[in-house]
């Protein structure tokens, strides 16, 4: 339950927000800027009482303030301590290890699916190595939780597909007056996309229109992030577009 800037289908939370369970309890307050998390955030146990809180911060940094158990204990305060991280549902640790100045520290390990066991190990907040293993016995190093989503084909491609399709608005013709625009967008476990957000744009705000058109084309047509190096998740990624005039 919050607001939201936009319609269906690319909603962008604004302001805060409330989450429930199923079974109606409160599930988490978190707060949105243009769309995302930003400030602190407080999560519940689907019975009641605090789970934990987090403080997102500028850039993606997120520091990890409280963690409390499922008996109530406070076994993480003020950034340090043990921290567990849960299932979507609540039903399941799936990774746990010890945090201090908000970050990850030493060895975190645990089950995040039921085929998937992950080992980590962090020096301030740093993951340093890591290997994913699954019950078909497959392995994978990693020295970074998540990779990055692809365009099928690669970057050139991409642009080359944004160069065959974007089109220069009528009103930015008549004027003669192009610039960059920047579009950040959700790549989701499918390799469609979301969520797309004018990071900087134009006082044309056709400029903007055009370039989420174009870039909205691509929807499906993408690989999606990989995290632990094997389980696909939904992850941002920022393109910028220009539009631009030839005088010769």
């Known amino acids: 339950m919050g607001k939201s800037l936009n319609p269906t289908p690319y909603v962008e939370f604004e302001g805060p927000c409330i989450q429930f369970f199923a079974n109606g309890k409160k599930k988490s307050i978190i707060n949105y800027d243009d769309g995302r998390q ?11 009482g605090i789970y934990a809180i987090k403080e997102y911060q ?7 303030k409280k963690c409390v158990d499922s008996a109530g204990h406070i076994i993480a305060d ?14 399941r640790i799936t990774m746990q ?14 089950r995040v699916n039921d085929t998937l066991t992950v080992n980590m190990n962090y020096v301030n907040g740093e993951l340093q190595k890591g290997l994913s293993t699954a019950s078909s016995g497959k392995s994978y190093s990693f020295t970074k939780e998540s990779m990055f989503p692809k365009f099928k084909g690669g970057i050139e491609s991409f642009y080359k597909f944004l160069a065959q399709n974007i ?6 013709v008549k004027s003669r007056v192009g610039g960059k625009v920047f579009i950040s967008f959700m790549v989701e476990k499918d390799g469609s996309l979301s969520n ?8 044309d705000k056709a400029a903007e229109k055009e370039a989420i058109r174009v870039i909205a084309l691509s929807s499906g047509m993408w690989k999606p ?7 696909p998740e939904r992850q941002e990624y920022i393109v910028p577009l220009n539009f631009a005039f030839s005088y010769r």
């Open 167 to 172: 089109r220069m608005p009528p009103s930015m």
């Open 97 to 110: 290890g010890d945090i201090d100045n908000g970050k990850p520290q030493g060895k975190w390990s645990g």
């Open 58 to 64: 500028e850039y993606g940094n997120v520091y990890l």
């Open 196 to 203: 797309f957000i004018t990071e900087k744009g134009l006082l």
């Open 38 to 48: 930003l400030g602190e955030a407080t999560y519940y146990y689907p019975s009641s």
């Open 78 to 91: 003020n950034g340090k301590g043990h921290w567990i991280d849960y299932d979507p549902g609540m039903e």
């Open 225 to 231: 992030a990989l995290k632990y190096g094997l389980i």
